[in-house]
């Protein structure tokens, strides 16, 4: 049982380029989502997936696409880099249901855009 | 004003020191959690309590609902402990998306 796995750990890109950020889980969990953290702010949630084809913006989806074709995977799509989406991403999964459950995060993405 | 207040921002200490941090919520809440970000690492939850008080090794969450309120407790500090501690709430009718805290960064030197 692996959890939450993230790829790659580190990426360069310059400015236009796109990329895609891996994610995926084994823990058939219905909820994931990518947060980025930024120095001095909290996580902040970009796009999130209540399950298989089912995907909403968060907080700052703006230059991010997502897509949910299965349960495991969730990859997090950067269109055209831009400096500002420079951060540390981060994959996260739970379980959904009638009450709260814990999440379980992925080791995260650092990602420079020069 | 932010939903999800964390004091202190910053924290040092000596080895052995009981330790505090305190998190303020304005909103109602299903659940609130604790988090652990070691420096260069992932997140980790230490806690996820809705009532009343949780206790893993060295370390105590609880809660009052009533005041909108959480303290982290660290009983017996050590090194290993110096990491990033976030606070984050599952507001009421959305069970899984959290609002954040800003987190506290706690450094227990030797």
């Known amino acids: 049982n692996a959890g939450v796995t993230q790829t790659p750990k580190f990426q360069v890109l310059k400015t236009g380029q796109s990329m895609t950020l891996q994610c995926a889980q084994d823990?058939?969990?219905?909820?994931m989502s990518w947060y980025r953290q930024d120095p001095g702010m909290g996580l902040r949630l970009i796009h999130y997936?209540?399950?298989?084809?089912?995907?909403d913006q968060g907080e700052v989806p703006n230059g991010y696409n997502v897509s949910r074709s299965t349960t495991e995977d969730f990859p997090l799509r950067l269109l055209s880099a831009a400096p500002s989406q420079t951060s540390v991403y981060f994959c996260?999964?739970?379980?959904?249901?009638?009450?709260?459950?814990?999440?379980?995060f992925g080791p995260g993405t650092r990602l420079t855009v020069t | 004003k932010n939903e999800v207040e964390q004091s202190p921002q910053n924290l040092t200490a000596q080895e052995g020191e009981f330790i505090t941090i305190n998190c303020s919520y304005s909103v109602g809440i299903s659940a609130l959690h604790w988090l652990q970000q070691h420096p260069g690492g992932g997140i980790v939850s230490l806690f996820m309590l809705s009532s009343g008080k949780k206790k893993h090794g060295r370390l105590i969450a609880t809660i009052n609902i009533q005041e909108k309120h959480s303290s982290l407790h660290i009983t017996a500090s050590h090194p290993r402990d110096s990491a990033v501690y976030i606070c984050?709430?599952?507001?009421?009718?959305?069970?899984?998306?959290?609002?954040w805290g800003a987190g506290t960064k706690l450094i227990i030197k030797p």
């Open positions: 984050a709430v599952s507001e009421l009718g959305s069970n899984y998306q959290l609002i």
């Open positions: 997936s209540v399950g298989a084809g089912i995907t």
């Open positions: 823990m058939n969990h219905e909820y």
């Open positions: 996260a999964s739970s379980r959904r249901g009638s009450k709260v459950y814990e999440q379980y």
